[in-house]
Every structure is written in C-alpha cells, then in structure tokens.
C-alpha cells in the first residue's frame, strides 16, 4: 500500500514563496511518475505538475514559469516549489501516485491516471 504525506501548506502573501513535499512509502519511489493536483471548493480537482520517472517535468499553464517540481528518489520524496504566488493560488494541494509505471504526457494530466493520494495541503494566499 502506497502512503503519501503532503507538508509545507500555509499563509502567504501575494508574491511570496512556499516549498510543498510529499513523503511517500510503501513501493519503490523511482520506478513511478509523480503528479501534483489543487483543489478549491466547488470545482474539479485541478492539474498543476508532473514529473517522470527520468525528471522529465510537465505544468499547467496557470503555473507554467513560477512553479518548479523536483524529485529526490534517494528519501522517496517529491516537491513543488511555488513563486511569486497568487490568490488564485489559493486552494488544497494533493500528491498523487500512479499504480502503473508506464504513462504519456497526456496521462500524467488526468486525476485518473493516479490511484494513490495524498490527504492534501492546504495553501492560502492573502491578496
């Protein structure tokens, strides 16, 4: 059973900065792609980033340039680094697995392409 614990949510100015992680357990950490999905209430669970089995990177448009998601196989870890933040930045933010270790840039994108979750993060950015 995979185990994922998102940390590194909070308060943050418009502009600012924040560091999310997701410790993961439970299979071999590098043999899968790892997502990163938001969500605020009343909408659909939201794509943010992606990242391959090789570090191959993949972002939304809203994100594209001010977020960075890195990984670090050695402590089964993943991160999204967040800049120059927005409102609209404002939501709960999810890690996801996938059950298989195969996957295209387009299923990286898709919430069902990913089976195990994280119990999210909450990011709030003050206007």
């Known amino acids: 059973q995979v185990h994922l614990v998102e940390s590194g949510g909070g308060l943050v100015q418009d502009g600012g900065s924040l560091r999310l992680s997701c410790a993961a357990s439970?299979?071999?950490?590098?043999?899968?792609?790892m997502g990163w999905f938001r969500q605020t209430p009343g909408k659909e669970r939201e794509f943010v980033a992606a990242i391959g089995k090789s570090g191959d990177t993949y972002y939304a448009n809203s994100v594209q340039d001010r977020f960075n998601v890195s990984r670090d196989d050695a402590k089964s870890t993943l991160y999204l680094q967040m800049t120059s933040l927005k409102y609209e930045d404002t939501a709960i933010y999810y890690c996801?697995?996938?059950?298989?270790?195969?996957?295209?840039?387009?299923?990286?994108?898709?919430?069902?392409?990913?089976?195990?979750w994280g119990q999210g993060t909450q990011v709030t950015v003050s206007s």
């Open positions: 996801a697995a996938p059950s298989l270790p195969v996957y295209t840039v387009r299923t990286l994108r898709r919430s069902n392409y990913y089976v195990y």
């Open positions: 439970g299979r071999t950490f590098s043999s899968y792609a």
